[in-house]
């Protein structure tokens, strides 16, 4: 067995050993918990990532909205054809000298036939 008296002497003391031990987890606990839970974590992160997602699925509805109302306003602006167009769906309009028909589908006219109210028979 080799003399101890030939080992070299740490410059750390074996108490001075314990508490750079319990410093430096210390400082592992509070770099993880910086990790994991504080400004800049990992889960928020993950959750700018989920919102940054939710708004561009958001962007991405209304730009083709956009798109159809500028395609809109373009075919308003170019001629009589799309506010004629516009007039008669949404107002019913017609023009003088027009007949208009409605063709009421088959399932409509039995229900408002039932809704009706039936008065008495006469005697």
């Known amino acids: 067995m080799p003399p101890t008296a030939d080992l070299p002497k740490s410059p750390v003391g ?3 050993m314990k508490y750079l031990l319990a410093g430096m987890v210390l400082l592992l606990v509070a770099l993880q918990y910086r990790l994991w839970f504080a400004e800049g974590s ?7 990532q989920q ?3 939710r708004e561009e699925a958001v962007n991405s509805e209304l730009r083709a909205r956009n798109a159809v109302l500028e ?3 373009l075919d308003l602006q170019s001629g009589n054809d799309g506010l ?3 007039a008669r769906e949404q107002l019913g309009l017609v023009r003088e000298g027009e007949v208009f028909y409605q063709v009421v ?3 409509a006219a039995e229900q408002t036939q039932t809704q009706l109210p039936r008065s008495a ?3």
């Open 14 to 16: 074996a108490g001075n």
């Open 42 to 48: 990992l889960a928020e992160r993950h959750r700018l």
């Open 51 to 53: 919102q940054v997602q």
């Open 71 to 73: 395609r809109e306003v």
């Open 84 to 86: 004629e167009q516009r």
């Open 105 to 107: 589908p088959e399932a």
């Open 121 to 123: 028979p006469e005697e």
